[in-house]
Nanobody
Framework: QVQLVESGGGLVQAGGSLRLSCAASGDTICISAMGWYRQAPGKERELVAH???????YHADSVKGRFTISRDNAKNTVYLQMNSLKPEDTAVYYC???????????????WGKGTLVTVSS
């Protein structure tokens, strides 16, 4: 199994920056792509960004140019650098890992417990 632990959330003023981290442990060889989702108050969870184990990144239009996802495979860690934060970025941010489908790896998706990001006006 894989465990994901997020960190780096907090309170920041509009225009500020935060860097989220997600550390994976356990059967990390089973991880392929990793990503960040967020769920704002009263909203459904949405994809923010994801990155393959080869380093190909995707960013949602709402954060493109402001957020950057990256990963360090040696450290089993994925990051989300968030710049020019807006109040509408306020949400609980969840780390996600896509599991490989092999005999050993069961193809499951893994989720962290989330870290709260609050952006004030």
């Amino acid at each position: 199994q894989v465990q994901l632990v997020e960190s780096g959330g907090g309170l920041v003023q509009a225009g500020g920056s935060l860097r989220l981290s997600c550390a994976a442990s356990g059967d990390t060889i089973c991880i392929s792509a990793m990503g960040w989702y967020r769920q704002a108050p009263g909203k459904e969870r949405e994809l923010v960004a994801h990155i393959t184990n080869g380093g190909s990144a995707y960013h949602a239009d709402s954060v493109k140019g402001r957020f950057t996802i990256s990963r360090d495979n040696a450290k089993n860690t994925v990051y989300l650098q968030m710049n020019s934060l807006k109040p509408e970025d306020t949400a609980v941010y969840y780390c996600n890992a896509d599991g490989k489908a092999t005999i050993y790896c069961h193809g499951m998706d893994y989720w962290g417990k989330g870290t709260l990001v609050t952006v004030s006006s």
